[in-house]
C-alpha cells in the first residue's frame, strides 16, 4: 500500500511561525527567526546558489542553521559538515558529492576549498534584494560518525526528516535546547523540531564549559531539552544543573539505562521524560515517554507511527519513510531486500520489553563468551555512588580479552579505602545481575571519561 | 606484604569469587590444577595489576605462558627487579 508524501514546506516558509518572536541563540550572537523570512544571512549572493551542490562548512553551528533555513528548495544539494570530520576527507566528500559552492563563516576558511564558489554566511541578516522561488525539492546529505575512513554520505530529504515530527497542538512558548550539534542526525532533528515547530533554539558553542552552555539555557528559558545519556551525566555533575526547569527531557543517540532516566527524574520531577530511538540512516524509530529503560515488545506489531520493527540474528530493522534513500558514491546497500535498514544495534527480550544490549560490532570476546560493554555499564550505572562508566577490552593471553571498566563517581572518595569498598560494592552489584564472564575483571575509578563530538561516550574502535 | 604473599591472597578471593575451590598451591602445581579455570586467571592478573601495578603478562611484545604456580609467581618478582 503507498501512502501520499506530504512534502514538508521549504524551511524558509516556516521563518514566520510563532506567536511571538523567536530567536537562534548561540553564546556570541542572537538572530530574530522571522528576519529570515524577507531577509538573508548570505549577502546576496543567495541567486548564486540555486540548483547546486553546496556543502556548508561553517565554524558555528548558527551559521550553518541559517544556511540550511535558506538553502532548503533553493540548492539541489546541502551536505552539513560536523566540526569533528578529519580535514583530510574534505576532497574526496567534495569531489564524490559534486560540491560546487561551499558556505563558510570565517574569510580564511575560504583557502582550504577548492571549488568554483565561496559564499560567506553572517549572523547579520541584510535584505533579500530578489526573491529566489522554492524551485527544488532539495537533497539533504548527513554524514556517518565512523571513527575510520572516510564518513559515508547519507541521502535524505526533509520530508524524511521532518516524518517524525508531529504538528504542534498547542501555542505554548516552546525554546528548545540540545547538546548536540545540529550538524549530525541527533541535533538536525532539533533544528527542524525548533524551526518547524516554531520555536527558538539555544544552540552550544564549540569550547563551552558545560556551566556556562547551562547557564545560557536557563537565561532563555529553556522548556524542551535534549543530549545523550553521556551529555546528560555531564550536566548532571554541573551545580548549574539546577538553574534550568524544562517540561521536556529527551536522551537518544546511546543507550538510556534505567539509572539515568531516574537520575533525569530525580532532578526533574516536573518534566515529561522521553528516550528516542534513530540512528542517521534509519531515521527515527521511536520514542518512548513511560520512564522506563527499553521499549515496549508491542512495537514490533505492525507499524508505529509509520515505522515498523523487526529483529533479526539479535539487531534491530528498521522500515519508515524517515529512513535514508541511500549513500552518495558509496556501493553499499543502505536497505536489505525486504527495504528494512540493519541499525547494528543488538536487543533482548526480558519480559514484554527490548532492552538494547549494545552495538554488533562493539562486542567483547572473552575466551569465546561474548560480552557488550553497554550491558555491563547498565548495571555498574545502578550503584548510587556512581555517574557514568566506560567498560573496555583488554588483551589477555588466558582468554583473549578481558573486559575492565572505568569509573567515575558522583564525588571524590576522601580516602583510599573508601574508593576500594566502591569497587568492591560494585563488583558484588555485577556478580548477582551478569554471568560470570560478563563480570568486570577490574574496575579502576577515574576522574572523567570523555565524550566524542557525536555526545557519545568515547569508545576506542 | 610480599609479592608471593599477595598472589596467593587474591588467588584464594578470585577462588571464592568465582566459586572455584583451590587446591593446596605448590609451586610446582601446574596452574591449570589449581582450581582456577582461564577466566578466574585472567581476572586474577587484572586484580594483580591493580594491586601490584604490574601486568607481566600482556606488557611486552611476547606473551608469556607461566604453566606452575611457580612460573606465574616468578613472573611477578621478576618484573619487580
Known sequence: ?461 | MSIKLTIMEQMAQVAREQGKTLAPLRDDLALLDSGLDSLSIAVLVARLEDRLGTDPFTSGEDVHFPVTVGDFVKAYENGAH
Open chain 1, 1 to 461: 500500500m503507498k501512502t501520499a508524501r506530504i512534502e514538508a514546506p521549504p524551511l524558509r516558509h516556516c521563518a514566520a511561525l510563532g506567536s511571538v518572536d523567536r530567536f537562534l541563540f548561540d553564546r556570541a550572537v542572537q538572530v530574530r527567526v522571522a528576519d529570515l523570512a524577507q531577509g538573508t544571512s548570505l549577502g546576496g549572493r543567495l541567486a548564486d546558489l540555486a540548483g547546486r551542490s553546496v556543502l556548508i562548512a561553517t565554524s558555528s553551528q548558527l551559521t550553518s542553521a541559517l544556511a540550511l533555513i535558506e538553502l532548503d528548495g533553493v540548492a539541489r544539494r546541502l551536505i552539513v559538515l560536523p566540526p569533528d570530520v578529519d580535514r583530510a576527507h574534505l576532497g574526496a566528500l567534495i569531489a564524490d558529492a559534486e560540491i560546487d559552492v561551499v558556505v563558510v563563516d570565517e574569510a580564511a576558511q575560504r583557502a582550504n576549498y577548492d571549488v568554483p564558489l565561496c559564499v560567506a554566511c553572517s549572523p547579520s541578516i541584510g535584505p533579500l534584494a530578489r526573491h529566489v522561488p522554492a524551485a527544488v525539492r532539495t537533497e539533504w546529505i548527513l554524514l556517518t560518525s565512523g571513527t575510520t575512513g572516510v564518513p559515508k554520505m547519507v541521502v535524505h530529504s526533509l520530508t524524511g526528516l521532518a516524518a517524525a515530527i508531529a504538528p504542534r497542538t498547542d501555542d505554548d512558548v516552546m525554546v528548545w535546547g540540545t547538546f548536540y550539534d545540529i550538524r549530525r542526525y541527533g541535533g538536525l532533528q532539533i533544528f527542524l523540531r525548533a524551526v518547524l515547530g516554531g520555536a527558538s533554539l539555544i544552540l552550544s558553542s564549540a569550547g563551552e564549559p558545560v556551566a556556562d552552555h547551562l547557564a545560557r539555557l536557563a537565561q532563555h528559558g529553556v522548556t524542551h531539552l535534549s543530549g545523550t545519556p553521556s551529555h546528560w551525566r555531564r550536566a548532571l555533575m554541573s551545580p548549574e544543573i539546577g538553574r534550568i526547569s524544562p517540561r521536556y527531557v529527551r536522551l537518544s543517540g546511546e543507550i538510556a539505562d534505567q539509572a539515568i532516566l531516574d537520575h533525569l527524574r530525580a532532578a526533574f520531577p516536573q518534566a515529561s521524560i522521553g528516550h528516542a530511538y534513530a540512528s542517521t540512516e534509519a531515521g527515527v524509530g521511536f520514542a518512548v515517554d513511560d520512564g522506563r529503560a527499553g521499549f515496549p515488545a508491542f512495537y514490533l506489531d505492525g507499524a508505529h507511527n509509520g515505522v515498523e520493527m523487526k529483529i533479526v540474528d539479535g539487531s534491530l530493522r528498521l522500515r519508515s519513510s524517515g529512513a535514508a534513500s541511500g549513500y552518495v558514491a558509496h556501493r553499499a546497500a543502505l536497505r536489505g531486500d525486504d527495504g528494512f535498514v540493519d541499525s547494528g544495534d543488538m536487543v533482548e527480550r526480558r519480559g514484554d520489553r527490548f532492552y538494547f544490549v549494545g552495538r554488533r560490532g562493539g562486542i567483547i570476546n572473552i575466551g569465546g563468551l561474548k560480552v557488550h560493554p553497554e550491558e555491563v555499564e547498565a548495571v555498574i550505572n545502578r550503584h548510587p555512588q556512581v555517574r557514568m562508566s566506560l567498560v573496555r577490552p583488554k588483551r589477555s593471553p588466558f582468554t583473549g580479552a578481558i573486559a575492565i571498566a572505568d569509573v567515575v563517581l558522583k564525588s571524590a572518595c576522601p580516602r583510599v579505602e573508601d574508593e576500594a569498598g566502591v569497587k568492591d560494592e560494585i563488583l558484588a552489584l555485577c556478580r548477582n545481575a551478569l554471568p560470570r564472564h560478563k563480570v568486570p575483571a577490574a574496575i579502576s575509578i577515574v576522574p572523567a571519561l570523555a565524550v566524542a563530538a557525536t555526545g557519545k561516550l568515547a569508545r576506542r574502535a
